[in-house]
């Protein structure tokens, strides 16, 4: 019998798992050019069910990618959050609506929901064009990682070996493929394979509670909150109503152990409880309103899960998870897509500079440290948070339960919209010089605020000027460029930029900047010139900015106050992901030198 045929071949990054963070890290590596493949075990793509619900930092995050605009598009708004609570005549009744999105800085003021296949789509239609498609029915059967030191510290080898297998061939088609990889990302879920591999081990807890979900088109009903996210605390458990895209609604529903646990074995058994039974026992939560089901269940499951951190996200920085397969976390809170998609967005771009050979291996040691903390503070407010949605509400009967004002203060966290995220200081993090730009908080996103450009007088929102493209962005706040004193500070500034060994000219690419400059003016609209800027500080009419009114009046000039930013001028560093990095005073441009120079590398 002949032996089939094993394919070998290389890739820069070979993901593992097509979930929303292995579709996302795919995309971006994509969009950076860089040799990526993503394989997944199962044969078609997802179309119903699983995740739904955005944060407004991640609708950001896509904003940054060009697809902001068919994710707002396809998706429901969720602006409204409304508290039912035990009534006096045995239901529930209304006890408060508020914002569902309290973070004051948000640029999306609100969570979207949309179905996890059409937030993958918008994934997968993206990297399609640029030639990185999922192979699917594809698994991987071993692992291994070069124990050469050399060949690990080397960015350009390919110390991680992996055998992928197809499981739609038959035997005598050939179905192994040996590959030989720079890195491997394994967002392959819960029950990672990767990370059993690695010997990484999840620390924490399996949760008590259990839940069943029901996906349906929004029901004939009289509960005013409907198109809402209700939280409702009843006598009869807990009930979570999300609005959803194409008049659908998302019901999550607290579950009693004795109509779930199979007694024998102690698990979860499905076969005792269907989409009816989830929708009856919500239905029974929800009296004195009425919820009767129009048409069929578009999906339902059961679930139970843990709230476990793995012990570390990366092996030799040479592999790393990502998304549920580094921690799980109970669905409440709405973070598991959220911080699977931008687990991945803080990966990825580490990735592609180090492959493109602008940053040296020790980037990707930030990884960990700044996903796992975000991690370890998920898991702490989502034990929080669901402890208090499934204990019983406070009534005359349970005065140890919990009370609609505990309940709503504990909702009300900038932490769930991802805006608060904030990265501790590290080589891809300064923690100097602060002082000099108060609201560009070093290790944050950068905040959303208009500026007018001064070319054209055309409004722009900042966050549109830092897309993901894998640059450094770098603001220029001039200061009062009118002012004769600040035109020579900022002069000074620009000879020190254009020194041999200061950044720009260290670590200059021929055809091919790491550098972005944004210029940013506080001057008056009626009087500024673009052309008096020294050259460097305008490469192009489109990159020049005023903190000013708009000509209409109703907006502006109010970005330098905004940003904590004073008449002396800032220079601050935008990482690619958004976040940032440094600040230095204008005469100290050294500040900025010292910063790239711990991770960037000289060009050969």
Known sequence: MPVPFVRHSEVDVLIIGAGPGGLMCAN?????????????????????GEGDGLSPRTVEVFQSYGLGERLLKESCQVH?????????????????????VTAPSARYPFEVALHQGAIQDIFIDSMTPLGVKVERSTIPTSIEISQDETELTDPTSYPVRVVLQRTDKSEDEPREEIVRAKFVVGCDGAHSWIRKQMNITMDGEQSDSIWGVVDMATPDTDFPDVRNKALVHSNHGSVLLVSREQDRIRIYVQLEDKDIINPVTGRVDKETMGPEQILATAQKSLVPYKLIRKSEFLWWTIYSVGQRVASKFSVKNRVFIAGDACHTHSPKAGQGMNASINDSHNLAWKIALVVRGWADMPLLSTYEPERRKFALDLIAFDKMWSTLFCDKPLTEQNSDGVSPEHFLKTFQTDFTSGIGIQYQPSVAVNDRNQELASGLVLGKCVPPCKFMRAADA?????????????????????????????????????????????????YATPGNSRFDIITISKCRKETFNIFLLPTLLRSHWSKVFIDDTDPTGTFGGEGYSYYGVGPEGALVAVRP????????????????????????????
């Open 80 to 100: 409204l959050a409304a508290f039912y609570n035990p009534s006096s005549t045995g239901g529930i009744e209304l006890t408060n609506r508020t914002s569902n």
């Open 577 to 604: 992901d958004g976040y940032v990095g440094a600040i230095a005073p204008l005469d100290r441009v050294g500040d900025l030198d010292a910063y790239f120079a711990s991770f960037m590398t000289i060009p050969a």
């Open 458 to 506: 055309w409004p722009f929102e900042l966050q549109d000027l830092l897309p993901s493209d894998f640059l450094f962005k770098l603001l220029v706040f001039t200061g009062d460029f009118s002012d004769p004193l600040q035109q020579a500070r900022v002069k000074s500034m620009v000879t020190d930029m254009q020194k041999p060994k200061s950044f720009l000219n260290r």
């Open 28 to 48: 971006a590596l994509a969009n950076a050019r860089v040799n990526v493949r993503i394989v997944d075990q199962k044969a078609v793509k997802l179309t119903t």
